[in-house]
């Protein structure tokens, strides 16, 4: 008969440590939940119990694994502990740093589970790349994980929260121990009890195995298991590796800049308080709307909102008083400085002199990934001070950057979707899709095309995909809205299948209840059948945009993946820094710079086959700033 760890009884200081607390009404509340559920939970405290959970682990299908860590920061955390579940409630922690005597040692875990790791198995996690960066981070040999299940509750539905304790009660209607009930403030889960803390930390490896179990079946019901298997699971290791490369700033020179925009908004300052006569502060709300509306008399359009000092609104008064126009340029300078020039600075990590940001792959509801602490897929590029902020963002030394993103898209996914004979013949003979849409629209020749009929047409080309309204395309525009409806109208007479496609995406969305990109991506819209006209309206925005943002996400995705891959098998040392939506930004060594283009290139144009050809745009520079020029 096979020996189970729980054959192996406690020690005698267990026993004690048991009883000391089982007189506590915090040791009382965190067990009841685990005797009603009739779990077994094992602390490990010994290297006989350590070498024959290995030996268990090693023949186990697949293993979920957690770890408890004194900091949510990967740079500064320690492991407190590792816990791990290969059968439904039942579950183990392994404590490596605690308030009591653990005879095992840190060494000893490592060496043992980098025996386990070494055996390939599957590993499933909750958010697992916090585990695998701290483990690596401690000297552990860790490996891919092969499931998680907070990528996959995604997955499955993205409007739904992501959280282990949520969706525990979602989908096991079971309560998971609270962090804050059993962890006094300023504390850790190693300065309790390790009953307590053991209990924890080993009930976060069942419910997340048990999740598994649900969550792989729930993704083969929906058809979503390839999108699971090969995009997001592939994709989070692309992710983790962008967040480990990290990407060099040039603090100096940021600090530079920023007191040469501490100087303009001086000066813009004094101008304003000059053309006024009033010497007031510029970033006061209450104060801007008292010298706007009641000292210089300006009127409000009716339709725009009212009382308001928002740039928004600025834009719509400017022409009113000479000083609004530099207010609004002061607004945006202040931003400029405030968010990026004085606040990036904080976010370079002391040990590697680098901006580590946090890549989100479950935030956004159409596929897209976001980017946190800090964001950086949303630093200016369309004006010259947003690219001196993008200057400050260097590759270090020896290297250079490459930016490759897809040309137009979105508009490439809407003529393949829409099967549009006139949008298809423009990118088959790599027309310039807003000349041509001028063309047609204005009725006149295409070498006759203005700048200003150019941006109208560039505005109802992409407004159409987020399904714009005439209303919002008059302010967009500054035109009547009778003329920017006049402009819809044409449009679609132009491009007949596109207004088709809508309908129809429109119809599939109110029949199944959620959009679908080329991927099966699922997107719920609920709202969708609403008897309210602006949630049914803004529904059907979601349908159009969910469907070609979210298939142009997907089809990112899996370029990043092969470029990744490529990289891996040719042994080159470039690596990707950043995503930011549809461009890719990489750091290569000079030498292997043109080889690494040609990886890129072939892997993004042939990503996915569209009836378009794919195309993308690359080019190389010393700093983030010299691209796109």
């Known amino acids: 008969m096979q020996k189970s760890i729980f054959d192996i009884n406690k020690t005698k200081a267990n026993k004690e440590n048991t009883k000391d607390l089982q007189s506590t009404t915090l040791y009382a509340n965190t067990l009841k939940t685990i005797q009603e559920e009739n779990v077994r939970y094992k602390t490990i405290l010994k290297k006989e119990e350590l070498d024959l959970l290995i030996e268990q682990l090693k023949k ?291 040990k590697t002199n680098k901006i580590h940001t946090n890549f989100m792959q479950t935030k956004t509801a159409t596929g897209r990934i976001s980017s946190t602490a800090p964001n950086l897929q949303n630093i200016p590029i369309k004006n010259e001070r947003g690219r001196k902020i993008r200057a400050a963002f260097k590759p270090t030394k020896g290297n250079i950057f490459i930016s490759a993103d897809y040309s137009q898209i979105e508009l490439v996914i809407l003529a393949h979707f829409s099967e549009d004979e006139s949008l298809i013949e423009a990118f088959t003979h790599k027309k310039d899709i807003h000349i041509q849409t001028a063309s047609k629209l204005f009725k006149v020749d295409e070498a006759n095309i203005t700048p200003s009929m150019r941006r109208i047409a560039k505005s109802i080309n992409f407004g159409i995909i987020y399904r714009m309204s005439a209303f919002r395309l008059s302010q967009e525009l500054s035109i009547k809205r009778e003329e920017a409806q006049n402009f819809i109208d044409s449009y679609f007479n132009l491009y007949s299948k596109i207004k088709t496609f809508i309908q129809n995406q429109i119809d599939f969305v109110k029949q199944n209840g959620y959009s679908e990109t080329l991927l099966k991506r699922r997107r719920y819209i609920r709202e969708i059948n609403s008897q309210n006209y602006l949630e049914r309206t803004g529904a059907e925005r979601m349908a159009i945009n969910s469907i070609i943002q979210g298939s142009a996400s997907d089809i990112m995705k899996i370029a990043m993946i092969k470029v990744y891959n490529e990289f891996k098998n040719n042994n080159l040392k470039s690596k990707i820094l950043l995503q930011v939506h549809d461009e890719m930004l990489i750091e290569s060594p000079e030498e292997e710079c043109e080889k690494a283009q040609i990886i890129i290139k072939e892997m993004m144009e042939n990503a996915y086959p569209l009836k378009i050809p794919l195309k993308t745009n690359i080019e190389t520079g010393k700093s983030w700033g010299d691209i796109h020029q």
Do not use: C
């Open 60 to 350: 186990a299908s697949y293993i979920a694994i957690d770890t408890e860590t004194t900091s949510i920061n990967v740079y500064e955390s320690n492991i407190i502990g590792i816990s791990v579940s290969f059968k439904e409630f039942e579950s183990y922690y392994i404590p490596i740093e605690t308030k009591e005597k653990n005879s095992i040692g840190k060494e000893y875990i490592i060496q043992k589970f980098n025996e386990l790791f070494n055996s390939k198995p599957k590993l499933i996690g909750q958010n697992y790349k916090f585990d695998y960066k701290v483990l690596k981070r401690h000297g552990f040999n860790v490996i891919s994980a092969y499931f998680d299940t907070m990528i996959a509750a995604y997955v499955i539905d993205p409007n739904t929260k992501v959280s282990l304790d949520f969706l525990a009660a979602k989908y096991l209607m079971h309560k998971n121990i609270k962090y804050e009930e059993i962890v006094p403030q300023h504390s850790t889960l190693k300065d309790i009890p390790l009953e307590i803390a053991s209990n924890y930390a080993a009930e976060d490896a069942d419910i997340t195995f048990r999740l598994f179990n649900i969550l792989r079946k729930k993704l083969k019901e929906d058809n979503l298991e390839s999108l699971m298997k090969n995009i997001e699971m592939p994709f989070s290791n692309v992710i983790i590796e962008m967040e480990e490369n990290g990407i060099y700033l040039d603090s100096n020179y940021l600090t530079q800049y920023g007191h040469e925009l501490e100087q303009e908004l001086k000066t813009i300052e004094n101008e304003i308080i000059q053309s006024i006569g009033i010497e007031f502060n510029l970033n006061s709300s209450k104060q801007l709307h008292t010298i706007l509306f009641e000292k210089l008399n300006i009127i409000v359009p009716k339709n725009v909102k009212q009382d308001s000092t928002d740039i928004k609104v600025l834009e719509t008064i400017k022409d009113q008083h000479e000083s609004i126009e530099k207010l609004i340029n002061y607004r945006q300078l202040a931003k400029l400085k405030n968010t990026y020039t004085d606040n990036l600075i904080e976010f370079i990590n002391e």
